[in-house]
């Protein structure tokens, strides 16, 4: 952490000098303010990652906040941010900023988020439109910010920003959220790996002196379906079926058939058109977040904003290949090698694409993913080459035949051909369990607050 902004912060401890009880008192939660905590049992702001409370003042259009949030372990001052919006998600929301300086001072403004899929916040032209300035209070202590302000209940409607600052008068989510700031006084992006941001599950009445809490994070439930059904899709069912196809012909070929056809061919149709449907259902979850509309790449919000681009790229690479496959030529006839070439390639393309796009998805922001799960999408690409290696290795291995092969005694070519199909199938097994827990990892990892 900067020196300055630490000599700063205990400077400001010292000639504050008062404790939480000072800023929020809460000896009156229920009764004559409304509160708010997370966790949900924290007894005290000092306890708590996030605690709000709210009251009316003597003005009937003033309601009082004291707000308290934890903040991560930043090299720069820190800010604090409460929301109110229609939904329990960031877009549209109408925000309150309290942001700390180098000096150590916390400064109040009004922000709001974009309804736009990327759902930007922006600062008001009119910082303090709806507060009321003499109200300010703030400090630092013990790493979190301790922020007291006035708001307006209902906002002037000539004002041209009006539109961005929520009348108190209707029940709203509750949202919070710290981060770093980028220079002073200008709000950086939250970092999920220190303290995750919060949306409350039930709307707040903020006519009414509650006493409520809330563990639920802002994992947001169509982000962790998306996630969910493409981590199970390309992970567990598109290795296996590619897997399958490359590797088990040989073995499940002469075992039966099943309606008709071979069981490997079955089986890596079968979990192909499983791919598709679950990519298909991945990517009606996230429009529907989205409110229906494409997210395009935004260079200022980094690498990661090409994942959806990448994501409807490979599900086209998918629903293309699978057309193809259901136009394969006959075994005899003279394409057959082009159909082979062309199937494979967009079949290998569209999964080492898929690992790139899941690797990107789980650094983006709104996954709310622990850093250390990008690890995990690297040791699958890194499990999935290793069994490529293996199993084509042995396929040179075994193709490689000694001159007098056909001369060798029957028992002992069934022998050679028994050891090889076992290795094979130890191999698959060996392969599939580790994907199968590399993808619960993550699948956990995606559902789970951590």
């Not at 303290?195 to 802002?218: E, N, Q």
């Not at 994992?219 to 998306?226: D, E, F, G, L, T």
């Not at 193809?324 to 080492?352: C, E, K, M, Q, T």
């Not at 690409?381 to 490689?400: G, K, N």
Request: proline share 5%; net charge neutral.
């Amino acid at each position: 952490m900067d020196l300055g902004f630490c000599v700063a912060l205990i400077l400001t401890g010292i000639s504050l000098a008062f404790s939480s009880e000072r800023l929020i008192d809460i000896d009156e939660c229920g009764v004559s303010k409304g509160c708010y905590r997370v966790p949900n049992k924290c007894s005290d702001p000092l306890d708590c990652v996030y605690f709000l409370t709210w009251q009316n003042t003597s003005t009937s259009n003033e309601v009082h906040f004291e707000y308290a949030a934890l903040f991560g372990n930043h090299s720069k001052p820190p800010w604090a941010a409460f929301g109110v919006a229609d939904a329990p998600r960031m877009p549209g929301a109408s925000v309150v900023d309290c942001i700390v300086w180098q000096t150590g001072n916390v400064s109040v403004q009004m922000s709001y988020n974009m309804q736009s899929p990327h759902h930007d916040n922006h600062p008001l032209n009119n910082t303090y439109l709806g507060l009321v300035r003499s109200s300010f209070e703030g400090a630092v202590i013990d790493s979190r910010i301790f922020c007291n302000f006035t708001r307006l209940r209902v906002i002037n409607s000539s004002d041209p920003e009006s539109d961005r600052v929520k009348n108190l008068t209707l029940p709203y989510y509750i949202l919070f959220a710290t981060g770093p700031t980028a220079a002073a006084g200008e709000k950086d992006i939250h970092d999920f790996s220190n303290i995750d941001p919060y949306a409350s599950s039930v709307k707040i009445d903020f006519s009414k002196y509650s006493d409520l809490g809330g563990d639920k994070s802002l994992k947001n439930p169509y982000i962790r379906a998306h996630a969910t059904l493409m981590i199970f899709a390309w992970i567990v069912l598109a290795s296996l079926g590619m897997f399958t196809s490359r590797y088990m012909k040989n073995q499940w070929n002469e075992n039966g058939t099943v309606c008709g056809k071979p069981v490997w061919f079955q089986v890596h149709r079968l979990s192909m058109v499983f791919v598709l449907a679950l990519t298909l259902a991945a990517t009606l979850v996230v429009f529907a977040y989205n409110d229906w509309k494409f997210i395009t790449p935004d260079v200022q919000s980094g690498v990661t904003s090409i994942h959806p681009t990448l994501g409807v790229t490979v599900g086209v690479l998918l629903l293309v290949n699978l057309v193809v496959g259901n136009l394969r030529p006959d075994i005899y006839s003279p394409y057959r090698i082009y159909f082979w070439v062309f199937h494979a390639f967009f079949g290998l393309a569209s999964h080492i694409l898929a690992a790139v796009t899941m690797f990107l998805g789980v650094l983006q922001h709104k996954a709310q993913m622990p850093d250390w799960t990008r690890w995990i999408v690297v040791a699958f690409a890194f499990w999935r080459i290793l069994a490529d290696v293996v199993m084509t290795s042995t396929r040179i291995r075994y193709s490689e035949r000694p001159p007098d092969y056909f001369a060798i005694a029957n028992n002992e070519v069934d022998d050679a051909v028994t050891k090889v199909a076992a290795w094979r199938c130890a191999v698959m097994i060996v392969y599939s369990i580790g994907i199968i827990v590399l993808a619960l990892v993550l699948i956990v990892a995606a559902n789970v607050d951590m």
